[in-house]
């Protein structure tokens, strides 16, 4: 079993819409996840960090955990042409830096 | 703003040559990551570096892949030989403490 399991297909909504994008954890033991996000021919870039359970807002962007079933879910409201990339979620397992990410969902905002 | 630097971006070889890539980390960074990202996948760590020291290699295939950052400031990954199935992104990462900073990626396409 892949620690970190993000169904891969790609999303297309309208612009203003919110976006959700959703993740599954194999191991309850994990503290700390993330959500990247990777546009075409960059590397990821750092969007939200979350420590153990519970939600995290910064702008547009909501991170939730939740461990009771070992889910992490990102959350973008008012989707903007910009939002327009792959988002990955990742974990960092036992805090030791060594992230395990997801496949990716690309995300597309139609102006 | 500093950033990860990385070269080349994109690189063309044939099966069974030997690649190389470089990877230039912010200064001041003591963790250096290597990752491989094949298409549609997200990044799967290769390496990690404490200053000079190697953390964890053990998703090297150390039988064709090196990694090496002798004076703890940048890093050299190489592939000898390549085979077909090595065509990835090749991504490298550095961090101060918890969070990552990726570099552009180089994408090696194998003939």
């Known amino acids: 079993q892949k620690e970190v399991e993000q169904d891969p297909g790609p999303l297309s909504v309208p612009e203003g819409a919110i976006v959700s994008l959703n993740c599954t954890y194999s191991n309850s033991a994990f503290q700390y996840f993330m959500w990247y996000r990777q546009y075409s021919r960059k590397g990821p870039e750092l969007l939200m960090y979350?420590?153990?359970?519970g939600n995290k807002e910064d702008g547009r962007f909501t991170a939730q955990v939740d461990k009771s079933s070992k889910y992490i879910s990102l959350f973008i409201r008012d989707s903007q042409p910009s939002d327009s990339a792959t988002y990955l979620c990742a974990t960092d397992r036992y805090g030791n830096n060594r992230l395990a990410f997801g496949k990716g969902n690309q995300v597309v905002v139609i102006p | 703003e500093a950033e990860v630097a990385q070269s080349p971006r994109y690189k063309i070889t044939e099966k069974s040559q030997a690649v190389a890539f470089w990877c230039d980390p912010i200064?001041?960074?003591?963790?250096l990551y290597w990752y491989r990202q094949i298409l549609g996948q997200g990044p799967e760590l290769l390496v990690q570096?404490?200053?000079?020291?190697?953390?964890?290699d053990s998703q090297l295939p150390k039988d064709r892949f090196s990694a090496e950052r002798l004076k703890g400031v940048d890093s050299t990954l190489k592939i000898q030989p390549a085979e077909l199935g090595d065509s990835a992104m090749y991504l490298c990462?550095?961090?101060?403490?918890?969070?990552?900073?990726f570099g552009p990626g180089t994408r090696l396409l194998v003939l």
């Open positions: 570096f404490q200053d000079e020291s190697v953390v964890d």
């Open positions: 200064s001041g960074h003591a963790t």
């Open positions: 990462a550095s961090s101060p403490k918890e969070t990552q900073y």
């Open positions: 979350t420590y153990s359970s």
